[in-house]
C-alpha cells in the first residue's frame, strides 16, 4: 500500500520561501520518480518539479525554474520542494505524485495535498 504524506505548505508574502515535504511509504524508493503538481482554483493541474530518484535528474517547469529546487533524501525516502522567490501565481494545492518513470506525466499514487497561499 503506496502512502505519501506532505507537510510544509502555508502562507507567506510574495518574495519568500516555502519547503515542501513528501515521504513515502509501500515503493521502491530508488525505482521511482517523485514529483510535484499544482492545481490552483480554476486551473488545470500542473507539473511543477520531478526528480528520478534512481539517478537524481530533475525536471523543472518553465514558471518555476530558477526559484523552485526539488531534493531527496533516499534514507527517509523523502523529496522535497524547495520554493524561493514565491509569486502570488503559485498559489495553489501542491500535490506530491510518485510512480515508475514510464508512468510520467500521469503517475498512479498521489498524496493528501498541502496549500501554499502567496499575498
Known amino acids: 500500500h503506496v502512502q505519501l504524506v506532505e507537510s510544509g505548505g502555508g502562507s507567506v508574502q510574495a518574495g519568500g520561501s516555502l519547503r515542501l515535504s513528501c515521504t513515502a511509504s509501500?515503493?521502491?524508493?530508488?525505482?521511482?520518480?517523485m514529483g510535484w503538481f499544482r492545481q490552483a482554483p480554476g486551473k488545470e493541474r500542473e507539473g511543477v518539479a520531478r526528480?528520478?530518484?534512481?539517478?537524481?535528474?530533475?525536471y523543472y517547469a518553465d514558471s518555476v525554474k530558477g526559484r523552485f529546487t526539488i531534493s531527496q533524501d533516499n534514507a527517509k525516502n523523502t523529496v522535497y520542494l524547495q520554493m524561493n522567490s514565491l509569486k502570488p501565481e503559485d498559489t495553489a494545492m501542491y500535490y506530491c505524485?510518485?510512480?515508475?518513470?514510464?508512468?510520467?506525466?500521469?503517475?498512479?499514487?498521489w498524496g493528501q495535498g498541502t496549500q501554499v497561499t502567496v499575498s
Open positions: 509501500g515503493l521502491t524508493f530508488d525505482d521511482s520518480d
Open positions: 505524485a510518485a510512480d515508475r518513470c514510464d508512468t510520467w506525466p500521469y503517475p498512479g499514487y
Open positions: 526528480i528520478a530518484t534512481g539517478s537524481g535528474n530533475t
